[in-house]
T-cell receptor, first 110, second 114 residues
């Protein structure tokens, strides 16, 4: 079954500490992986895609096909990173039928 | 450019009624998808439309339906509302079904069924 698992509902770290939001997936085929973010009172928005291999706002995510993981990392957390983060997948190079994880609320303590 | 616009923002309905939600995509976007977001189930895919045709459908009962018009605007309809249909309904648009980078969400319509 196609599934995205985010094991942590809440992650709380101090400002300046490293952050890792975990994401594991189950998909029969070649998926495209995403991280979406929703800041307080804002729309759900794309943070990054695995095929872009980019760093956005200091965040990076590497696709590990062997472990079927796509963890989101940032070396030094900032208070403005506090938000809800969703890992998601779709069929490769497709925006159709995106499957979302349950989300992790990241809280950065000053 | 204007973003994805969903109307109305809030809606309160009683059990048994039906409701229609509207989504206007970004200009030039022809693909529209709908999601239901609840605290218990998270974000679940409802359906996807492209060029007025339903391309994909999620695992929802037939009470949930949708359509897309020639101007790419989309509506979704829920008939015989149940308390469990209370949720935030999100719409997302993109240029086409392969445009994952341009996939943009609206602010949603919050439906409360009483």
């Amino acid at each position: 079954a196609q599934r995205v698992t985010q094991p942590e509902k809440l992650l709380s770290v101090f400002k300046g500490a490293p952050v890792e939001l975990k994401c594991n997936y189950s998909y029969s085929g070649s998926p495209e992986l995403f991280w979406y973010v929703q800041y307080s009172r804002q729309r759900l928005q794309l943070l990054l895609r695995h095929i872009s291999r980019e760093s956005i706002k200091g965040f990076t995510a590497d696709l590990n096909k062997g472990e079927t993981s796509f963890h989101l990392k940032k070396p030094f957390a900032q208070e403005e990173d506090s938000a809800m983060y969703y890992c998601a997948l779709s069929e490769y190079s497709s925006a159709s039928k995106i499957i979302f994880g349950s989300g992790t609320r990241l809280s950065i303590r000053p | 450019k204007a973003g994805v616009t969903q109307t109305p923002r809030y809606l309160i309905k009683t059990r048994g009624q039906q409701v229609t939600l509207s989504c206007s995509p970004i200009s030039g976007h022809r693909s529209v998808s709908w999601y239901q977001q609840t605290p218990g189930q998270g974000l679940q895919f409802l359906f996807e439309y492209f060029s007025e045709t339903q391309r994909n459908k999620g695992n929802f009962p037939g009470r949930f339906s949708g359509r897309q018009f020639s101007n790419s605007r989309s509506e979704m309809n829920v008939s015989t509302l149940e308390l469990g249909d209370s949720a935030l309904y999100l719409c997302a648009s993109s240029r086409n079904p392969r445009d994952s980078y341009g996939y943009t969400f609206g602010s949603g319509t919050r439906l409360t069924v009483v």
